[in-house]
Every structure is written in structure tokens, then in C-alpha cells.
């Protein structure tokens, strides 16, 4: 079984369009995130949710809007695409460990979006 | 915030050790990750430290000291499959405990 997963693995599509990410965890994780990794490979948060609360929200356009309907899932949506959106996005989910923070990420598939 | 360092590419040979180093500059600390990525695929986890000094896993060792704000990943008896890029990524200690990820190491391993 996959423990993060995320759908579409590829999507194109043109400018001005709205578009979604789906991702799910079965980790029985609290906590998710949203990452977007560009063309030069920096991975940077977009969004953190614990259990359905959005957490962190970095600066991003509001554009994109997380959506969380149970703490297994955070789906991800794009309004009016640009070209500058074109990037690998990573959906990925981690638990609290008894020091008090996050043990590692574990990281969906990606998905590569281009903006045409 | 957040600021991390780590060569951006480095070739070794076949059965060789490496090092990648990685520096940080921080506002909070709360444990360092290492994680491999190979193109086209995910990040996975390789290994965590948050107290200084040395945690061993197989072939791969990583090494923090927190003072320096440095550490190190190392990789023995190299083999092809480890071409691929290493990320090192720093937790910080506010609300989310987020990770904060260097740019990456591209590692080359040759024959």
C-alpha cells in the first residue's frame, strides 16, 4: 500500500485555468503538508495542516487554497494558473514523536504541473 | 528564519566514501534531517539527528554539531545506485515544526 499518495502524477494544462491535487495518507498521520519543489530543485512549504487546521501558511498566492475534509486528505487548489506555477508539488505527512516535534516527512510521488 | 548551505554537486567513484557537508544558519533549532532524492522521484528519509555527534545506519553515518551550526553526510562504499540528490533539511522549533530544506546535493557516482 502506498502511504502518501498523490494524483495526478502529470498534469498540462494552459494559463488562466483552476486546477486540483488530491493527496491521501494512510500513515495515521496528524499532520500534512504542501511542497513545491521548482526547476533549480529547492523544496519549499507551501502549507502545513494538523488534524484539518491549517498550521502554516507561507508566502504564497492566495491563488492556491488547501483544502483539508478529514486529517488523511489535503487536496490542493490552483485558480487562474501562471506560467511561473510550473513545478514539481509534493504533498507529504509526518507525526508528532516524543520529543515534542515532527519525526520525518514522508513524501507523495509529486506531481509535475505544466502551465503552457 | 532559515538559511542552508550544501555544495550544490560532487562526483565520487564507485566503492569510495563522500561527505557532504551541510551549514546552517538558524532562528530555532530542533533536529536536522538528511533525506535522498533521485530524479523524478520523491524525497525519502535517510537520517535524523538533533543531539551532536554521530548516528550510524548501514553505509550512511550523519554527523551534527550544533555549536558549529554544521553537518555532515557520509557515505561509504559507494555504488551506483547512490547517484542521486541529497538534501539536508533543519527543523525549526515554531508552530508547525516545519522543515526547511537546503537546496541539494547532486551526487555523481562514477565506475
Known amino acids: 500500500d502506498t502511504a502518501v499518495s498523490q494524483t495526478p502524477k502529470y498534469l498540462v494544462t494552459q494559463m488562466g485555468n483552476d486546477k486540483s491535487i488530491k493527496c491521501e495518507q494512510n500513515?495515521?498521520?496528524?499532520?500534512m503538508y504542501w511542497y513545491k519543489q521548482d526547476s533549480k530543485k529547492f523544496l519549499k512549504i507551501m502549507f502545513s495542516y494538523n488534524n484539518k487546521e491549517l498550521i502554516i501558511n507561507e508566502t504564497v498566492p492566495n491563488r492556491f487554497s488547501p483544502k483539508s475534509p478529514d486529517k488523511a486528505h489535503l487536496n490542493l487548489h490552483i485558480n487562474s494558473l501562471e506560467l511561473g506555477d510550473s513545478a514539481v508539488y509534493f504533498c507529504?505527512?509526518?507525526?508528532?514523536?516524543?520529543?515534542?516535534?515532527?519525526?520525518?516527512?514522508?513524501f507523495g510521488q509529486g506531481t509535475r504541473l505544466t502551465v503552457v | 528564519g532559515q538559511n542552508i548551505d550544501q555544495p550544490t554537486e560532487m562526483t565520487a567513484t564507485e566503492g569510495a566514501i563522500v561527505q557532504i557537508n551541510c551549514t546552517y544558519q538558524?532562528?530555532?533549532?530542533?533536529?536536522l534531517f538528511w533525506y535522498q532524492q533521485h530524479a523524478g522521484e520523491a524525497p525519502t528519509f535517510l537520517s535524523y539527528?538533533?543531539?551532536?555527534g554521530l548516528e550510524e545506519k548501514g553505509r550512511f553515518s550523519s554527523f551534527l554539531s550544533r555549536s558549529k551550526g554544521y553537518s555532515y553526510l557520509l557515505l561509504k562504499e559507494l555504488q551506483m545506485k547512490d547517484s542521486a540528490s541529497y538534501l539536508c533539511a533543519v527543523r525549526g522549533d515554531n508552530a508547525g515544526n516545519m522543515l526547511t530544506f537546503g537546496g541539494g546535493t547532486r551526487l555523481m557516482v562514477k565506475p
Open positions: 538558524t532562528s530555532g533549532f530542533n533536529g
Open positions: 500513515l495515521g498521520h496528524d499532520t
Open positions: 507529504a505527512s509526518s507525526q508528532y514523536d516524543g520529543t515534542g516535534g515532527l519525526a520525518e516527512a514522508f
Open positions: 539527528n538533533v543531539l551532536d
